[in-house]
């Protein structure tokens, strides 16, 4: 349904740069002027996509001096994953650097409001005696209640913008295929995997920020791995013909229930090594 606004983006620069402003100009639309900046990034590169990223960027800047700080920031992860899967071509390596990149943001504070979590905790204890409660009985066992809501407000906001970019970033490749080689991202995505290789720079670059205590890497080093069990379950109902059904109940199982975000974690970690499509594909 977007590909003809997609179609009139990539005429020129100028209806680029003029639909990616007036995209992230609007509230809640700044997805959107993600996903042109990163559709010309990927088709003609990152020079040439410079006018149109810094076009989505400047009013994504005014939010951010507003205090919103996800536009802006989603715009730039977007534009770096989209160079990278230009230059690499491959998903997995894309995710990770957007992954580093995301929790880099984390530890750099990006995400915290003004003056941090102090004021929000003042608010909250002066809002309700049960919250107020809870904070002192945590001060008690010795937790640093401030610390501790500064991670959670961070860790919560960057894993939002990192999955709404590589949402944006997939946007932005459906519509590069779609204009320019028709089926191409089914095909690209429904492959997505993590190589072994790929997995233990994960587990390695985990346990560095086990050692070195930096909470960011935790909190955004499993996306990566979630991309990839998606892709894996979009394989095997595209490999099996299945009724597009069954993608509406996973994702409804994914959205609303923990449990299948572990499965599907568990079973990315296994094909990582036992490729299960590949091994499909030549039972049938």
């Known amino acids: 349904m977007m590909l003809p606004v997609a179609r009139w983006m990539m005429r020129g620069t100028p209806q680029s740069v003029i639909g990616a402003a007036a995209a992230t100009l609007v509230p809640w639309l700044?997805?959107?002027?993600?996903?042109?900046?990163?559709?010309v990034a990927l088709r003609r590169g990152l020079s040439p996509a410079l006018p149109v990223?810094?076009?989505a960027a400047v009013p994504a800047g005014w939010w951010w001096t507003r205090g919103d700080v996800i536009p802006l920031a989603c715009i730039l992860?977007?534009?770096?994953?989209?160079v990278v899967l230009r230059a690499r071509?491959?998903?997995?390596?894309?995710?990770?650097v957007g992954a580093l990149a995301g929790a880099a943001m984390i530890q750099l504070g990006i995400f915290l409001p003004p003056g941090g979590a102090g004021p929000l905790l003042e608010q909250l204890r002066q809002s309700s005696p049960?919250?107020?409660s809870m904070l002192d009985e945590f001060a008690r066992q010795g937790l640093e209640t401030e610390h501790l809501a500064e991670l959670l407000?961070?860790?919560?906001?960057g894993l939002v913008v990192l999955l709404a970019a590589v949402a944006c970033l997939a946007l932005a490749r459906s519509w590069q295929a779609g204009l320019y080689n028709p089926g191409g991202f089914r095909e690209e995505f429904h492959a997505l995997r993590l190589a072994p290789r790929e997995l233990l720079v994960l587990m390695v670059i985990l346990a560095v920020g086990a050692v070195l205590v930096l909470p960011g890497l935790g909190l955004m080093l499993w996306v990566p791995l979630l991309v990839a069990g998606i892709a894996?379950?979009?394989?095997v109902i595209g490999l099996k013909g299945m009724n597009?059904?069954?993608?509406?109940?996973?994702?409804?199982?994914?959205?609303?229930?923990?449990?299948m975000i572990l499965i599907v974690l568990l079973a990315a970690l296994i094909d990582s090594f036992a490729d299960f499509r590949a091994r499909l594909g030549r039972s049938d």
């Open 77 to 82: 992860l977007v534009t770096l994953m989209a």
């Open 53 to 55: 990223i810094v076009a």
């Open 130 to 132: 049960e919250i107020a």
């Open 30 to 39: 700044f997805w959107l002027g993600a996903a042109i900046a990163g559709l």
């Open 232 to 235: 894996l379950v979009h394989g």
């Open 153 to 157: 407000i961070g860790g919560v906001t």
């Open 244 to 259: 597009g059904l069954w993608l509406v109940a996973f994702y409804v199982l994914l959205i609303t229930t923990w449990p």
């Open 89 to 96: 071509l491959r998903w997995s390596e894309t995710l990770i």
